[in-house]
């Protein structure tokens, strides 16, 4: 049982080049998440997914897109990457948080390292 | 307002020392609070669940005050290892995502 994986761990990026960050959960979870966190700063949520062929914005969706076609996957797309855009990635997921009393917590991925220059 | 608010510190104190870290929340249909913990440069992981009645695992307690709307991180005897930042998170009713508070940087000092 591996949890949460994030491929890859780091990455360097030129101006305007393109990427995907793949997260992958053997949790069977419905949600995942990805957020970005900067330096001395807390986490912020850029898209969500709360099942297989859904997802929606976050605080901070510009620059991004996702998909979730499978539902242990969740990819994160920079199309045309920017130096704001570098950050530390992390993915996310959870049972259904919405459930009547629920106490699920969600279970993070080690990371992503993308520097874009 | 934020939703979760908690503050930054940062907090340094020495080894063997007891600290509490308080957390606020705004939205009263907060159902479930959470403290994690994230070391330097790795991935936030739940430290432990906060219940109704305050609960405790090992040298950590946390208490829930529903009327006040804030929760509480206490740990006794501290160890150089609990150096960290400490996240607190809650759940409200209905949502489709946790909310994060910014987080409480602590250094133990030996």
């Excluded at chain 1, 305007?16 to 793949?22: A, E, F, P």
Aim: aromatic share 10%.
């Amino acid at each position: 049982n591996a949890g949460v994986t994030q491929t890859p761990k780091f990455r360097v990026l030129k101006t305007g080049q393109s990427m995907t960050l793949l997260c992958a959960q053997d949790m069977n979870h419905e949600y995942m998440y990805w957020y970005r966190q900067d330096p001395g700063m807390g986490l912020r949520l850029i898209h969500y997914s709360v099942g297989e062929g859904t997802t929606a914005k976050g605080e901070v969706p510009d620059g991004y897109n996702v998909s979730r076609l499978k539902k242990q996957n969740f990819l994160l797309g920079l199309e045309s990457a920017a130096p704001s855009q570098t950050s530390v990635y992390f993915c996310a997921s959870s049972l259904n948080l919405r459930l009547a009393g629920s106490t699920d917590t969600q279970y993070f991925g080690p990371g992503t390292r993308l520097t874009v220059l | 307002r934020k939703e979760v608010e908690q503050d930054p510190g940062p907090f340094n104190v020495p080894e063997g020392a007891t600290v509490a870290f308080n957390c606020t929340y705004s939205n009263s249909a907060s159902q479930s609070f959470f403290w994690y913990r994230q070391d330097c440069r790795k991935e936030p992981k739940l430290l432990m669940s906060v219940y109704s009645s305050g609960n405790e695992d090992g040298r950590f307690t946390a208490q829930l005050n529903r009327a006040s709307q804030y929760i509480s991180l206490l740990i006794r005897d501290s160890k150089l290892s609990d150096s960290a930042t400490y996240l607190c998170v809650v759940n409200i009713q209905g949502a489709q995502k946790l909310v994060f508070g910014q987080g409480t940087r602590l250094t133990i000092n030996p």
